[in-house]
């Protein structure tokens, strides 16, 4: 079955405390990317990849970094995270960059 | 004022009930446009996808584009219970280099009732 998986769905973590959120997925994509979903400010970017080793800022990259080492796995890491990175996260690939085809189930995320 | 708006709704149908569902956007460079229906606590799932203006019909759903007034649309028929969900409008403009940014809109709720 085509998908992305995102792991953990659900996290509390602490203020500073690194953490990372992992996305894979198996259609051999080579696009992905990383959203956040806020009430009353809906989906937006953080970043995307348009392949191994190419990645790029969306439209809020402040304090979260990413990596592509490999086609199928794009992590979003939180190198210190803060009560405003509280969110819904989703990543997304596609086979092309013109729209994003598959999402993942969402990690929401709580930083107290 | 925003690149894409969307009525927020919530919308509330009865079942068998014919859904129209619509965003305006500012941008005229705009030329890819998606339909996305996302369920509560999932991710968004794409519906329909069309290029620059025209409709696109799959199954119940059908997709319009008018760039002439900068309106997308998307119509529903015979509209079920399982039809209750968010859609989130979504479009993009091919920039230099290939790359291509996605215009979100905030999405309309829906709820068709049985």
């Known amino acids: 079955e085509a998908q992305v998986t995102q792991n953990p769905r659900y996290l509390i973590t602490v203020t500073g405390k690194k953490l990372t959120v992992t996305c894979s997925q198996n259609m051999n994509h080579e696009y992905m990317s990383w959203y956040r979903q806020d009430p009353g400010l809906g989906l937006r970017q953080i970043y995307y990849?348009?392949?191994?080793?190419?990645?790029d800022k969306g439209d809020v990259p402040e304090g979260y970094k990413v990596s592509r080492k490999e086609k199928r796995n794009f992590p979003l890491i939180l190198e210190s995270p803060s009560p405003n990175q509280t969110s819904l996260y989703f990543c997304?690939?596609?086979?092309?960059?013109?729209?994003?085809?598959?999402f993942g189930q969402g990690t929401r995320l709580t930083v107290v | 004022q925003k690149e894409v708006e969307q009525d927020p709704g919530p919308l509330s149908v009865p079942e068998g009930a014919i859904v129209s569902l619509n965003c305006t956007y500012s941008n005229s460079a705009f030329q890819y446009f998606m339909w996305y229906r996302q369920y509560s606590r999932k991710g968004p799932e794409l519906l329909m996808y069309t290029y620059s203006s025209g409709n696109k019909e799959d199954g119940r759903f059908t997709a319009q584009v008018d760039k002439s007034s900068k309106y997308i649309s998307l119509f529903i028929r015979d509209s079920q219970p399982s039809d209750s969900a968010t859609y989130l409008c979504a479009m993009s403009e091919r920039n230099a280099g290939n790359n291509r940014k996605l215009i979100w809109g905030l999405g309309t709720s829906l709820a068709v009732n049985p």
């Open positions: 990849s348009m392949n191994v080793e190419v990645t």
């Open positions: 997304a690939s596609s086979l092309w960059g013109d729209t994003e085809a598959f």
